[in-house]
């Protein structure tokens, strides 16, 4: 329970009550033809006091055993009893003081369990609001609470998921990046060093982006340029690359290591499978209200499947729906029968 919860409940308790007795003082008197005096004023107090005593002592029931926390089906029937023996017991409360001071505003004698059933018809019309305004209350607080620890959980989760799934991409971008440099170091020393250079940048590059959960399309395409000038120099002549890039678009944000993990998948899966080597092109543009990225590479799918079910691919997916939700797309497929084009959509915010 929050701190001011105590505090809060209080004030709700004696403003409410003492609201109460302003209404019963200015309006009764005038409808019994009874004029306020002492004997008035004590009694009113006395119906007020009595409430605030019986209904915090209910409170502590429905605290004490949970019935709040409990569906209203099983609550429910709890509830009628509980606010019955509440209206009984302001009634024996209120009808012991009466008579002990001698402040009744009832003529004539009434026997014991007839004023008993009158006073406590009387306490129900305090009592039944009260505790449907309680109980409402705190069913409202409950759900806005679970709202709110709901969306707090699917925030972990999804931050888990993106930490996870850039745990898998480093590694396996570095894994990749460490072969093309292998097969340099007997072959041509000099491109090596040039080639550890390359990785150098993209490593450091890469370790900066892992702060952010988007980084700028243009600091991802810095990327891709090194690592694509690292693959040249293991590929030479059999990789060709293009760009075809609207400068508007540089600063959109985009998920960080996803167009190289793109890019990646164009060489390992298209140009190295290629004999005469091939192009990749990237291209970045608006379309409509999505900011359209096309990666289009020499080669062909596996088996003709549209699917992609590669790590890259399917981390591709994920990120973009943790991200960005519905709204944005991904699609993979052959375009021709010697050409494979993976188009990224992700939705432009206009507010800004």
Known sequence: MPKNASGYYWWCQIGGWGFLFLVMLLFL?????EPINGRVIIHFGLMVLSGILA???FREVLRRYRWLQSPIEKTFPKLLLGVLLTCIADSLIRMGVIDALHISLTKGKIDFMTRLIVTTFESGFFIVPWTLIYYFYHYIDKSRNQQLDTLKLEAVVKELELKTIKSH???????NALNSIRALVDENPARARTAITELSNILRSSMQAEKQETVTFEKELNIVKDYLALEHIRFEDRLRVEYEIDEDTLDQPIPPMMLQTLVENAIKHG?????????????????????????QNTGSLNGGSLNGDGFGLSSTRNRLQLLFGKKANFDIREVSGHLVQAVVLIPVDLSK
């Open 29 to 33: 008197p005038a409808i019994n033809n």
């Open 55 to 57: 209904t915090h002592l």
């Open 169 to 175: 991409i480093n590694p396996h971008f570095i894994f």
């Open 271 to 295: 140009i190295s499978k290629q004999l005469n080597g091939g192009i990749v092109k990237i291209v970045s543009d608006f379309k409509d209200d999505y900011h359209e990225m096309v990666i």
